[in-house]
């Protein structure tokens, strides 16, 4: 089955930059998208197509994919930034929708 | 304003059988197609499945293959979940979203109802 690789855990200082990564081989060669999702709410797309930003979502979500890892960076990192964050994309050969294991992220 | 909202989730017996209901405003339900994604208690997002504007493509987890049935009825603006033989294991909140093409992000989500499998 097709597995993304998320780690459980990112913890970052409020001001600092996190970077969650995503990881299967050749991932860079499929669109990557990025979902946050609060404490008990559904989840949202902040970024979508690797490295797009959907309307309202701050410029300090980006993301990138490149080889065996796609990256979600959030700059500036708030304390409204604690979430779960999710990686996702689509599986042609098994014609699946694939989300990673999602990662808690803590502000210290 | 896109607004989907899910209904029909409850508490049902092992072996039970359950019908989701997703209703969409805001948005031209007809051109849009629709995906069912569920979270277990504590757990990540688990895609469960979909289908296309015209019901032409459905896709389903191979872990719900055989057992839930997706439907959709665009004179009504709403997306159905059969959920039959249902399993512990399938208690989860469940989340109506829809995407453009299959390699599109889900872009829009309903706030989800909770199935609860248990005796």
């Known amino acids: 089955s097709y597995v993304l690789t998320q780690p459980p855990s990112v913890s970052v200082a409020p001001g600092q930059t996190a970077r969650i990564p995503c990881g299967r081989d050749?991932?860079?060669?499929?669109?990557v998208h990025w979902y946050q999702q609060m404490s008990g709410q559904a989840p949202v797309l902040v970024v979508y197509?690797?490295?797009d930003r959907p309307s309202g979502i701050p410029e300090r979500f980006s993301g990138s994919n490149s080889g065996d890892t796609a990256t979600l960076t959030i700059s500036r990192v708030e304390a409204g930034d604690e979430a779960d964050y999710y990686c996702?994309?689509?599986?042609?050969?098994?014609?699946?929708?694939?989300f990673g294991g999602g990662t808690k992220l803590t502000v210290l | 304003e896109v607004q989907l909202e899910e209904s029909g989730g409850g508490l049902v017996k092992p072996g039970g059988s359950l019908r989701l209901s997703c209703a969409a405003s805001?948005?031209?339900?007809?051109?849009?197609?629709m995906t069912w994604v569920r979270q277990a208690p504590g757990k990540g997002l688990e895609w469960v499945s979909s289908?296309?504007?015209?019901?032409?493509?459905?896709y389903y987890a191979d872990s719900v293959k055989g057992r839930f049935t997706i439907s959709r009825d665009n004179a009504r603006n709403s997306m159905n979940l059969q959920m039959n033989s249902l399993r512990a294991e399938d208690t989860a909140v469940y989340y109506c979203?829809?995407?453009?093409?299959?390699?599109?992000?889900?872009?829009?989500w309903g706030q989800g109802t909770l199935v609860i499998v248990s005796s």
């Open positions: 979203a829809t995407y453009g093409n299959t390699s599109d992000p889900l872009d829009h």
């Open positions: 805001g948005i031209t339900f007809r051109s849009y197609h």
């Open positions: 289908i296309s504007s015209s019901t032409t493509n459905i």
């Open positions: 050749n991932i860079g060669s499929k669109s």
């Open positions: 197509d690797d490295s």
């Open positions: 996702q994309v689509w599986d042609r050969s098994g014609n699946h929708w694939v």
